[in-house]
């Protein structure tokens, strides 16, 4: 764990170059928009150690799977998410001298990152080989005003020498990805166009064809006045740029301001694109740094009002919130149902694909209750519309009859991930989906989801489970074989508990949804049978057998739900135990030696209790929690909020704080050493539901919001909003009281510790 970053209600701020932690402050002080993001990767050289990223939603390369054997079923590719196109680069050259923050003194280094407004700035003095002392004062965003346009402003001020200077103002797709074989790239040039003050670079990816268009202008500007330079263009393969020379004058600034518009093939014919680019090109730079910037801050204003928790007296527990929130918005807008929520964001490359079952489980509460419900819905259309594809899927591993099996990584609807152990075994996920439909249908009320796209997909899924169980002659019961839980550090085992809940329970919710439909719209319910071929007697008869005969593991001597077959053969050995030098297990320890292990990687049978809370008593949750989380080492970021989530609801509330800074403050301190790979998008939304579904106790019962709060003892006070069927409720928690106001919307019944409150 590093604490090296500054503690600040509304800004992550960085004083002093650690060339060490450099990469993981690339990942935390990343921006975007929802449609493009960046890296914070410097726009002088830096030869130290750095991963320029630029990424563009929706941009891919298939890279062929490789394992040492293949297996039948097994995907054809792994689908990485690509370094795109660079649009940042300001190198600068003063005499013959390049300004190399790696090679040169550097004092007053700040990097800050400004939540409230989503500007990344940055300022330092730099001291050159030769003796030259200049500073820099630089900002850039990625604006919400308009998600594909980016904006700098470069200020540079010569402290001790007046002397010429050289600024290259580039494009360059001749970029590499972090997790490339053998350094292999995946952009091809499809064209340039350079002239003085504007460049245009067309390229495309290898295999998917997918076209981006950089397009670059710039002006100087000097003692409030635009000045000029002698300029030069430069080309290569990929690249293009222009070099502007310029005669520093002592302590006189001289402010450069770059313009970037970053259209991809996705969103404009490849025809168009050039055209289309530089015509937002010209219209960018005509509005200027200041209008675009006022424009990008008056969007973020908007979504703070809406998604923004206000913790009093916890500077660390307030700005984890906020930053959590901020790369939440930034990742994910809703406007492009065609988009989902990649693990990574706008941040890095590890992990590939952009979309996981965290989405449903952890990302879509979030968005229900901060945005428009169209946000949340166009999440699960993006599912309904890979809905064929799912069933390929389920096909390619043998399941027939329109059996649906969703990917467990995807970017359009195909499995693209290459760890057969949780290609083929991690099989909850694909109930992931069904989970999403009922959060989403309690929270909005809109049951016509069902009708219009939810029960196909509800029918494909059960038709999986009912094919994937066996009977089980020695148990009387239906058993599931060979699968990997939610906690991935034990695979191929036999009666994972929460696979066996998940999937009876989809069973179960599928026939509540079939009777809904035909109930209320029996002319869709026929079109739906027609073209799934669904045979209603014989499959629901069958799917009933199943989810009542299922088996369960259980302690009865200890009162606890067994893991999985086998779990108690192995030493119980509480983490606490653990010598520090072997964490994180996954850095330190052979694959051998952590499957034979007792340790958890992430909430399994808890991941249940927590979704299905109205299933369990109190005690039955309690005694589950004191039997797992002592040996749950929370390697994985989807872990620690839901153990905030049960640790609340069972008194445990110093062990919820604890848990709470964990998910709040995961990248910001590096729990896992592992943040200069990207931040840990997905498991962002879950440090929101810490909040408001731990502290605040939120749920939705029979149509009506409950709360049950209270307050960590380290805070005065902590308030957040909820959007909620049309209104907007602020509850605000405090040592003394609880108070609640119906900020919009008709007046509404809530229920707050059990007792009925009116709003209005």
């Known amino acids: 764990m590093k604490n090296y970053l500054k503690h600040h209600e509304w800004q992550i701020i960085e004083e002093g170059l650690n060339p060490h932690y450099n990469r993981i402050s690339e990942s935390v002080f990343s921006i975007g928009n929802g449609r493009m993001g960046q890296r914070a990767t410097f726009e002088e050289d830096y030869s130290g150690e750095t991963h320029q990223g630029s990424y563009v939603a929706g941009i891919y390369y298939p890279d062929k799977t490789r394992v040492g054997w293949w297996k039948n079923g097994y995907p054809e590719y792994f689908a990485k998410v690509l370094n795109a196109p660079s649009w940042i680069d300001i190198k600068v050259t003063i005499g013959d001298v390049k300004l190399d923050l790696a090679k040169c003194s550097l ?92 460049m245009v670079l067309v390229a495309q990816t290898k295999k998917t064809l997918f076209q981006v268009c950089t397009g670059i202008e710039y002006t100087f500007e000097s003692e409030g006045k635009k000045t000029k330079g002698k300029v030069f263009t430069n080309t290569r393969e990929k690249y293009v740029d222009n070099v502007v020379e310029y005669e520093l004058q002592e302590g006189i600034e001289l402010v450069i301001y770059k313009y970037a518009t970053v259209l991809s093939s996705e969103n404009h014919p490849k025809d168009k694109l050039i055209k289309n680019c530089i015509k937002k090109l010209d219209h960018t730079k005509a509005q200027g740094f200041d209008k675009l910037l006022v424009d990008h801050a008056k969007v973020w ?144 009320g809109d049951k016509n989801y069902l009708a219009e796209f939810g029960l196909e997909v509800l029918i494909g899924i059960s038709r999986f489970w009912a094919q994937r169980v066996n009977w089980s002659a020695d148990k009387g019961k239906y058993v599931i074989l060979g699968v990997t839980g939610p906690n991935e550090y034990e695979n191929n085992v036999n009666n994972n508990w929460y696979t066996n809940y998940l999937g009876a329970w989809t069973l179960r919710f599928t026939q509540d949804a079939i009777s809904h439909v035909k109930a209320t719209d029996v002319g869709r319910y026929n079109e739906i049978v027609a073209k799934t071929s669904f045979k209603e007697v014989e499959e629901t ?16 001597a200890r009162g606890v739900f067994l893991q999985q077959d086998g779990f108690l053969d192995k030493e119980l050995i509480p983490v ?70 049960l640790a609340s609801k069972i008194g445990y509330k110093e062990k919820a704080y604890e848990f ?101």
């Open 107 to 198: 004092e007053n280094f700040t990097r800050v990152l400004d939540m409230k407004t989503g500007v990344l700035h940055r300022s330092f003095s730099a001291t050159l080989v030769d003796g030259k002392k200049v500073k820099v004062d630089a900002k850039r965003f990625c604006s919400m005003a308009d998600g594909e346009v980016g904006a700098i402003r470069y200020a540079i001020t010569p402290l001790n020498f007046s002397c010429k200077a050289s600024f290259t103002l580039a494009a360059d797709a001749d970029v590499v990805n972090k997790d490339s074989n053998y350094d292999e790239k995946f952009w091809e040039e499809v064209s340039k166009e350079a002239n003085l003050g504007w």
């Open 301 to 444: 204003e908007e979504k703070w009002k809406a998604c923004d928790i206000i913790i009093e007296g916890d500077i660390a527990a307030q700005q984890g919130i906020r930053f959590n929130i901020f790369q939440m918005m930034q990742t994910y807008t809703g406007a492009d149902e065609r988009l989902n929520i990649g693990p990574k964001g706008f941040t890095g490359e590890k992990y590939g694909g952009s979309t996981y079952w965290d989405t449903e489980a952890y990302c879509l509460p979030f968005y229900l209750g901060t945005s428009d419900p169209s946000i949340a819905r166009n999440l699960l259309i993006y599912r309904y519309k890979h809905l064929p594809k799912a069933i390929e899927n389920a096909q390619k591993l043998g399941f027939t009859d329109g059996a649906a099996f969703y990917p467990f990584v995807t970017m359009n609807g195909e499995e693209c991930h290459n760890e057969w152990e949780i290609t083929f075994e991690e099989i909850h996920r694909t109930s992931a989906m069904v989970y999403a439909m009922r959060d989403y249908i309690d929270y909005t």
């Open 541 to 556: 008869a069958k799917w009933k057998d199943i989810s009542d005969k299922m088996y369960y593991g259980e302690d009865k």
């Open 576 to 645: 606490s135990q653990l010598r520090p030098q072997d964490r994180p297990l996954n850095q330190k320890w052979s694959w051998d030696r952590i499957l034979r292990s007792c340790y958890i990687k992430q909430a399994d049978v808890l991941q249940c209790m927590y979704l299905f809370e109205e299933d369990f008593t109190v005690e039955q949750i309690k005694r589950n929690f004191d039997f797992y989380e002592p040996m749950t080492v929370h390697e994985s970021s989807l872990s620690p909020c839901v153990h905030v989530i």
């Open 660 to 760: 709470y800074l964990r998910t709040a403050r995961l990248d910001l301190d590096d729990y896992n050493n592992d943040t200069e790979d990207g931040c840990h998008i997905t498991s962002m939304a879950g440090t929101w539901m810490s909040v408001v579904k731990g502290f605040g106790g939120m749920k939705v019962k029979d149509g009506k919001l409950h709360f049950a709060p209270y307050i960590p003892e380290q805070w005065k006070s902590y308030s957040f909003n909820l959007e909620f069927r049309g209104r907007v409720i602020n509850v605000k928690v405090s040592k003394d009281k609880t108070e609640t106001k119906l900020a919009s919307g008709e007046p509404l019944e809530i229920v707050m510790d059990g007792k009925q409150l009116a709003l209005a």
